[in-house]
Every structure is written in structure tokens, then in C-alpha cells.
């Protein structure tokens, strides 16, 4: 429910379903909600990679800045982790349709909050694409660890599925340089 969203607010996140979702987000970690998921399509950019971007850029950018925004003035950053991330990344060449296909030995994320370090780089992929893996690589189970751990969850705890299966919440290890292992 935004309606007693003041407008000028509702404009900065922006008037798109990932901007209300963000602001929707930020209400609900205000009400104690744990876990919220805000989805941005429109990335899959096979053909016009460039407009498609710049268009998808606007809409991220507005409204994760304002998320951050309004989590910071109301003390909830530290409490709050923010995970920005796709499926797969996208080729450093531009294909014959001014688009970028699917790269699936690297791509980006962006993780913040949650009293992690500001400002840290890890890895990098060959703009060439010469080189096909990154260097210094994180491994997608580490980076969950590393959010679990962040949010106080314990990563590693087996439980039962309803079949009685064990499974680990996380095979991963939480990356020091983020969350101090």
C-alpha cells in the first residue's frame, strides 16, 4: 500500500513496477519483513544492447539509490543487506545485432549493507573477452555464505527436507574480505 506515500517520494523511486517494488521493499523491512525480492527485467539484451541498458540503467539506478537512501536515514542499513544480481553475465563483444549474447563464466553483482565493507572490489573479467574465466573468481555459494552469515543466519545448518533428505541451507564459505570469514 503507497497511497500515504508522499508523491514527491513515489517520483524518486521512479513510476515503474521496480520502482514501487523497491519502495514497497523498503516498507516492508521497516515492518520487520526479512526477505524481499524486487525484480528488474528488460537486461537480456541479444539485439540494441546499448539503448536497452541505458533505459534498464535509469530505472535501476533511481530507485536502488533511493532504497539506500531512505534505509540509511532510517537506521536500517546496517540491518539490511542488498543483493543486486543477475543469472548469467554478457559477452564483452558487441554481436552483429548491436547486442551482447550470454557469458556464463562471469558476470557482476552488488552487495551492500548489513555493516559489510564499503567500496570492495573483488575479481575482474577480460574486457576482450580474450581470457574466458575471471580473475579472482567468488564462487555463487560463497557469496550466499557471505550474505547468510552476514544476517546472522547459520549457513551451514542441515535441515530435513519433508522427504527427510538432509540439505545444507549453504555449501558455501562466507568470503573474508566481505563478511571476516
Known amino acids: 500500500q503507497l497511497s500515504d506515500e508522499p508523491a514527491a517520494v513515489k517520483t524518486t523511486y521512479g513510476d515503474h513496477y521496480f520502482g514501487r517494488g523497491c519502495l514497497v521493499a523498503r516498507r516492508l523491512v521497516e515492518q520487520?519483513?526479512?526477505s524481499v525480492e524486487v525484480s528488474l527485467d528488460g537486461?537480456?539484451?541479444?539485439?540494441?544492447?546499448?539503448?536497452?541498458h541505458e533505459i534498464r540503467g535509469k530505472v535501476?539506478?533511481?530507485?536502488?539509490?533511493?532504497l539506500v537512501k531512505d534505509l540509511r536515514e532510517r537506521d536500517l542499513w546496517q540491518s539490511t543487506v542488498i543483493l543486486v544480481i543477475g543469472?548469467?553475465?554478457r559477452?564483452?563483444?558487441i554481436n552483429p545485432a548491436s547486442g551482447r549474447d550470454?557469458?556464463?563464466?562471469?558476470?557482476s553483482c552488488l552487495v551492500g549493507g548489513g555493516g559489510l565493507p564499503s567500496g570492495v572490489v573483488i575479481g575482474a573479467s577480460d574486457p576482450t573477452g580474450?581470457?574466458?574465466?575471471?580473475?579472482d573468481p567468488i564462487e555463487i555459494k560463497d557469496l550466499f555464505a557471505t550474505v547468510l552469515h552476514t544476517l546472522g543466519v547459520d549457513y551451514a545448518k542441515e535441515m530435513l527436507t519433508p522427504i527427510g533428505r538432509p540439505m545444507k541451507l549453504c555449501?558455501?564459505?562466507?568470503?573474508?574480505?566481505?563478511?571476516g570469514g
Not at 537486461?43 to 536497452?52: E, I, M, R, V, W
Not at 535501476?60 to 533511493?66: F, G, M
Not at 550470454?102 to 558476470?107: D, E
Not at 555449501?171 to 563478511?179: D, K, V
Open 60 to 66: 535501476l539506478d533511481a530507485a536502488l539509490a533511493n
Open 102 to 107: 550470454h557469458w556464463p563464466t562471469g558476470f
Open 171 to 179: 555449501e558455501g564459505t562466507p568470503i573474508e574480505r566481505l563478511a
Open 43 to 52: 537486461f537480456d539484451t541479444h539485439a540494441d544492447n546499448f539503448t536497452g
Open 91 to 93: 559477452t564483452p563483444q
Open 32 to 34: 520487520g519483513v526479512r
Open 130 to 135: 580474450e581470457k574466458k574465466d575471471p580473475s
Open 87 to 89: 543469472e548469467f553475465g
